[in-house]
């Protein structure tokens, strides 16, 4: 069935540096991908998102772009902020079929002043 | 716009035991999903309605979970008997649009924690 795979974490990074979350899926469809974030003691949000190959979703200084011949979705920032730290999951959405949601396992970003 | 809403925010109980939890939906959002997210995992999803019919519940622990949502609003989901296993957050999502809308909203979730 389908799935997604992120890097392991948790990712450290000192402020300003760059970021990249590896994540890779595996669907028989053309999903639409996902980055959703989620805060300490809170839901989860979008982040932002991708319909089909070779888009790129932008938010908030956060970018990915969906990649159909290596089947990935990276998730990528030129300079982060402590107010950046929380888990990040990647996801896909089976859009053939019911629309659920099939997530990663997540990331936890540190980011440290 | 209000988000989803969800309550209660926080549930301790014995194992064995009943529990249930409620979810309303973004207003017109005719899509609502509940999904299982135990510590360290992505969630997963345990039910999906189109208004007040059952789409998916192929995950669903039906020996002890159940979930309804009459008048094609509010959702509830109950656990009975509880297990140790159950322990994680429940979270409720709603999608609204036509059939090429895909994003869904997530509520701040109910903790569960089954002793």
């Known amino acids: ?113 | 716009e209000a988000g989803v809403a969800q309550s209660p925010r926080y549930k301790i109980i014995e194992k064995r035991q009943s529990v249930a939890f409620w979810c309303n939906p973004i207003s017109g959002h005719a899509t609502l999903y509940w999904y299982q997210q135990i510590l360290g995992q992505g969630p997963k999803l345990l039910i999906q309605f189109q208004n007040n019919g059952v789409v998916d519940d192929s995950q669903l622990p039906k020996d002890r979970f159940s979930a309804e949502r009459l008048k094609g609003v509010d959702s509830t989901l109950k656990i009975q008997p509880a297990k140790l296993e159950d322990s994680a957050v429940y979270l409720c999502a709603s999608k609204g649009g036509g059939a090429f809308t895909d994003t869904q909203y997530f509520g701040p979730g109910t903790r569960l924690t089954v002793l």
């Open chain 1, 1 to 113: 069935g389908d799935s997604v795979t992120q890097m392991e974490g948790p990712v450290t990074l000192s402020e300003e540096a760059f970021l990249t979350i590896n994540c890779t899926y595996t669907a028989t469809g053309y999903p639409s991908l996902f980055w959703y974030v989620q805060y300490p003691g809170e839901g989860l949000q979008l982040l932002l998102k991708a319909t089909k190959a070779d888009d790129k979703g932008s938010n908030k200084g956060f970018e990915a772009t969906y990649r159909k011949e290596t089947t990935s979705f990276h998730l990528e920032k030129g300079s982060v902020q402590v107010s950046d730290s929380a888990v990040y999951f990647c996801a896909l959405s089976d859009r053939g079929n019911t629309g659920k949601l099939i997530f990663g396992q997540g990331t936890t970003l540190q980011v440290k002043p």
